[in-house]
């Protein structure tokens, strides 16, 4: 069908300072590459400005990258082996930059991971590392560079390559070789070095030989992207990029997300005419379809039998480059082949230091710059992907911020098929969790009057709702005047209160709300009650002790309650002349006299939004019935 | 899938993007063999029907045969072609005879391009440019936005990747679409050899001599050249060592010359 293509795209990563643009001007140099006299002209500019000649120069040609020393920007330069036709990617190594080598090594066909040899391994070498795991490149060689400044020393080079091979094998990155050189004095490119008799594999350039470009995905169904429709005469033309398998006319398609089904009728092609197929991957192709369908962007055509994943909920690993974070509840533009659709961020599961791999214990709520995170989305209508790699195109993602690309991500899978896209089934707790994105769930705020409760319920309240959370207040004082109006302080009062709250709070709850009670509820057995209550309607359910001590509520008084209670004109008050059982195991303890609001409100939005995600039996159908 | 294929593929991509993103695409023709390789990949991208208007920038200083080849061309491949002069600039007097290059080039370029844009209200550009021709064209993205005052901020451009480009820009700026940005020479070359791609004579040797690379007639000059045919051509710049575009006096009239137009608009 195709035969391989025999030009590489070749990526430079590393460290700052690593030699990169040095070796890629010495690659262009040895390679004869460079245009008669820029070489020379550029010695003679930089003899004007009092500067050595570098090699680098030949490359980084704009004027203020020479001042700084730094790379600005992607740029592809061409060279040729009399084996093979190679493009180098620049990818500088600069912090800030991190945009410009995803920009880069994310079309590449393989990377140069280039290590100081007297410096070793550095923050950036690790994580330009893991973004080419994350990219999914694995053709990967190691160019130690700048053994000259070792003294070609074996012994270093050998612990470099055993840190990083350790480094790189928990990423599932193989490198091919390590190679020495110094790529100043062009040592180990062309030929391995005369300083480095020991070195027993290939020179630079011969490792780069060996590699071979990205061929398209063999064996892989159909997945033809569709860009747009064409209806420029009496033809309705369906274009695209056939990402992998192959179409030809009178082949059966079905278009996702939908599952609208039809056959080719003609491929439309200019200038020749009545070409049959099979058109292959990586190819343009526009066709006509037998029926009159509504295809439209951003669709995937496949074959009936094996049609890509739809789904609206998915987990994935996300690399972030925007200034401003990435958090729970940010609702951004994702963009997935050619099909857009909002997506929210539902949980960050874990955020990754891609220095250290290692993982952050607790649930997170923001993604930074320059942070890989594990994460939860769910987009507004179901999107069509290809999870796991199969199909690499069809199973990664942009993230928009503004208008700019602000991260790209990886689908690892689909979350739990929708239950409630069948609109002749009932409406069922699933399917309110379908709609919603979230379940219902309890958050039972109890200590003493004037502890904080209210304050940071109304808080947590604009917290989940500005995180696209549904959420719901159930205020004892605002029972008291209404549901609970009649009942006293009389411990059977107090006991049917509570009874009362918790019923409210769980039908808010089976309706999709996170509930967030602020009742003093002083009494551990009635605590218990609703507990078990929440726990027999399958309801997610935490006990938070808003906990400051007595002195400090009596301070604060802000209803002038223990004032009056101290005077004896509340009775049985909680505290003064009743009791308060503080809970033995709470889920969470806020110390309202010891941390500021934000600390205590950042911990219960983590809790809530945990509860409201948990997966597991999904509400028990006792619950569902009423 | 052949490396020409695989360029091919990529250009008709972004053709195919641009024109669904942008409400207003204009495709900028200088009738050079970059130009006319675009054209054909229009021409394919969108099974036959350029979908968009085509814009040539006359400088006034075009070489007559260029002239032809463009009203033949019109014709042939069925174009809306828009021809913008800056008169304004010709009025005062602007022009070879009288100014330097550099001023001429952004006159009668880059300010009569602003002119077009404003007149039809362009919100994307399609350009025949390449990373190899110059190293500052080597940093351009693929989809390259540009501000109202036409000036590409190359210090921090968007990213891209995953065949996902900026798609949307601000009131009054615009996008410049760059299909050929893969492309050497070489492949051009290949590529109108391949498909049979009809060009201007003027590329070809006549009396021992051929025009690289064209531009306005006073600054433009031929080169040294026995190729009558494509496949001499590409014999000849395989061993070739100076650069494509070493007979255009405006990118060398002084120092950072080509970076200085580029900042400003210039293609």
């Known amino acids: 069908m195709s035969t391989p293509h025999d030009h590489l795209y070749l990526v430079v990563v590393g460290h700052v300072d690593h030699g990169k643009s040095t070796l890629i001007g010495r690659l262009l140099f040895d390679t004869n590459s460079v245009p008669d006299g820029k070489k020379e002209r550029i010695e003679a500019a930089c003899k004007a400005e009092g500067m050595d000649f570098e090699y680098a120069f030949l490359m980084d040609a704009l004027l203020e990258e020479q001042a700084q020393n730094i790379t600005m920007d992607t740029t592809r330069v061409p060279f040729r082996t009399p084996r093979r036709q190679f493009t180098i990617i620049d990818a500088p190594g600069h912090k800030e930059f991190l945009k410009n080598m995803i920009t880069g090594a994310a079309s590449a066909d393989a990377a140069i991971l280039m290590v100081d040899a007297s410096e070793g391994l550095r923050e950036q070498t690790r994580r330009h590392g893991y973004l080419l795991s994350l990219l999914g490149l694995k053709q990967v060689v190691v160019a130690v560079n700048k053994m000259d400044l070792i003294d070609y020393d074996e012994k270093i080079f050998a612990r470099i390559r055993t840190e990083l091979t350790e480094f790189l094998g928990k990423l599932n990155v193989q490198p091919a070789h390590f190679v020495p050189i110094a790529a100043k004095h062009g040592e180990g490119i062309l030929r391995t070095s005369a300083h480095t008799l020991w070195h027993r594999g290939p020179a630079l350039l011969e490792a780069l030989e060996q590699f071979r470009a990205t061929p398209p995905i063999e064996g892989a169904p159909l997945r033809l992207t569709v860009q747009d429709i064409y209806r420029f005469d009496a033809r309705r033309i369906v274009a695209g990029l056939v990402e992998a398998g192959s179409v030809a006319v009178g082949d059966p398609i079905e278009f996702h997300p939908g599952g609208k089904r039809s056959r080719v009728k003609t491929i439309e092609s200019w200038p020749a005419s009545n070409f049959r197929g099979p058109i292959g991957a990586g190819l343009p192709v526009a066709i006509t379809l037998e029926d009159e369908l509504f295809v439209e962007r951003g669709q995937i055509g496949a074959p009936p039998t094996a049609v890509p994943v739809e789904a609206r909920e998915f987990t994935a690993r996300v690399f972030w480059l925007h200034a401003e974070p990435l958090r729970v509840g940010d609702t951004l533009p994702l963009r997935l082949g050619t099909q857009q659709a909002d997506a929210r961020i539902v949980a960050v599961s874990r955020v990754l230091d891609a220095v250290t791999l290692d993982a952050s214990l607790a649930p997170a709520t923001e993604v930074k710059r320059h942070e890989v995170a594990e994460l939860r989305l769910r987009v507004r209508r179901p999107i069509a992907f290809d999870a796991g790699g199969k199909i690499p195109s069809l199973g990664r993602f942009v993230l928009m911020r503004g208008r700019r690309i602000a991260g790209g991500g990886v689908i690892d899978s689909a979350v739990r098929e929708d239950a409630g896209r069948d609109d002749t089934l009932p409406v069922t707790p699933a399917s309110r969790t379908t709609l919603l994105g979230h379940r219902g769930a309890v958050i039972w705020l109890t200590g003493l009057s004037g502890a904080g409760k209210s304050t940071l319920s109304t808080a947590l309240e604009q917290r989940l709702f500005r995180a696209g959370i549904l959420p719901a207040i159930v205020d004892g004082d605002v029972l008291r005047a209404g549901l609970c109006k009649g009942l006293g302080f009389s411990d059977e009062d107090r006991k049917e209160n509570i009874r009362r709250a918790a019923e409210a709070a769980l039908l808010l709850a089976d309706a999709g709300a996170v509930v967030i009670t602020a009742l003093i509820s002083p009494f551990r057995a009635d605590r218990q009650l609703v507990a078990e209550l929440c726990g027999v309607r399958g309801v997610p359910f935490a006990e938070v002790f808003v906990n400051a001590p007595l002195a400090e509520c009596e301070r604060r008084d802000v209803k002038q309650l223990y004032a009056r209670a101290r005077a004896g004109q509340i009775p049985r008050f909680t505290g003064i002349d009743s009791p308060y059982e503080p809970p033995l195991a709470p889920a969470l303890e806020l110390r309202t006299d010891l941390e500021p609001v934000e600390q205590s409100l950042e911990k219960l939005f983590v809790l809530a939004t945990s509860l409201a995600h948990e997966t597991g039996t999904p509400f028990a159908d006792s619950g569902a019935d009423i | ?267």
Not at chain 2, 28 to 42: F, I, P, R
Not at chain 2, 97 to 119: N, R, W
């Open chain 2, 1 to 267: 899938m052949t490396h020409l294929d695989e360029l091919e593929s990529q250009s008709i991509y972004l053709l195919r993007e641009a024109y669904h993103a942008f409400g207003k695409v204009g495709m900028l023709w200088s009738m050079g063999k970059d130009s006319n390789v675009l054209l054909w990949l229009a021409k394919k991208a969108f099974a036959g029907h350029i979908p968009f208007p085509v814009i040539h920038v006359d400088t006034t200083y075009e070489f007559p045969e260029m002239l032809e080849f463009r009203a033949w061309a019109k014709q042939h491949y069925g174009l809306e072609l828009i021809v913008h002069v800056n008169e304004e600039a010709r009025a005062r007097g602007i022009g070879y005879e009288t100014t330097d290059p550099v001023t001429v080039t952004h006159e009668l370029k880059s300010v009569a391009l602003q002119q077009v844009l404003g007149l039809h209200k362009f919100d994307a550009l399609v350009t025949g440019i390449r990373r190899d021709e110059d190293s500052t064209r080597a940093k351009e993205r693929y989809f390259s936005p540009r501000n109202a005052e036409f000036e590409w901020d190359y210090k921090d451009q968007p990213p891209e990747f995953w065949n996902h480009f900026t798609t949307e820009v601000g009131p009054g700026e615009h996008v410049r679409v760059q299909p050929l940005l893969d492309w050497t020479e070489i492949d051009i070359w290949r590529y109108c050899d391949q498909e049979k791609i009809p060009l201007p004579g003027m590329y070809f040797a006549r009396n021992g001599r051929r025009f690289r690379s064209l531009g306005c007639m006073p600054i433009t000059k031929d080169v040294p050249s026995t190729a009558t045919t494509i496949d001499e051509i590409i014999e000849e710049l395989k061993v070739t060592r100076t650069s494509e575009r070493a007979g255009r006096a405006q990118d060398h009239h002084e120092r950072n010359a080509m970076q200085k137009l580029r900042a400003k608009g210039f293609m």
